[in-house]
């Protein structure tokens, strides 16, 4: 069964940094593509950055280019996110994302989620 769990969410202070990690299991990590996608109070979800099964390539989000980094340790089977200059409007759940069999990596539909998030609060 596939499993994901996001953990490194808390308080970030306006300016500050986040880095996140989401250890998988369930799966051949290293065959499937990852993304970050995060949910503010009743917005749907904001695609962030994805990142190919072998690390090769990335993609990111307008809202997070030029303050996000998205990388994984294939031999921790873990993905990691860290974004810059935080503010506060981007309190959110942030959650990771496994592609599906057989999908385009671009497409932020490709993914699905199988984590519970961990919450990011930007404030004071």
């Known amino acids: 069964q596939v499993q994901l769990a996001e953990s490194g969410g808390g308080l970030v202070r306006p300016g500050g940094s986040l880095r996140l990690s989401c250890a998988a299991s369930?799966?051949?990590?290293?065959?499937?593509?990852m993304s970050w996608a995060r949910q503010a109070p009743g917005k749907a979800h904001e695609w962030i950055a994805g990142i190919k099964g072998d690390g090769s390539d990335v993609w990111y989000g307008d809202s997070v280019r030029g303050r996000v980094t998205i990388s994984r340790d294939n031999g921790k089977n873990t993905v990691y996110l860290q974004i810059t200059k935080m503010a506060p409007e981007e309190t959110a759940v942030y959650y990771c994302?496994?592609?599906?069999?057989?999908?385009?990596?671009?497409?932020?539909?490709?993914?699905?989620?199988w984590g519970q998030g961990t919450r990011v609060t930007v404030g004071s």
């Open positions: 369930g799966f051949s990590f290293s065959d499937y593509a």
């Open positions: 994302a496994k592609a599906k069999d057989g999908t385009n990596w671009l497409n932020p539909s490709s993914y699905e989620f």
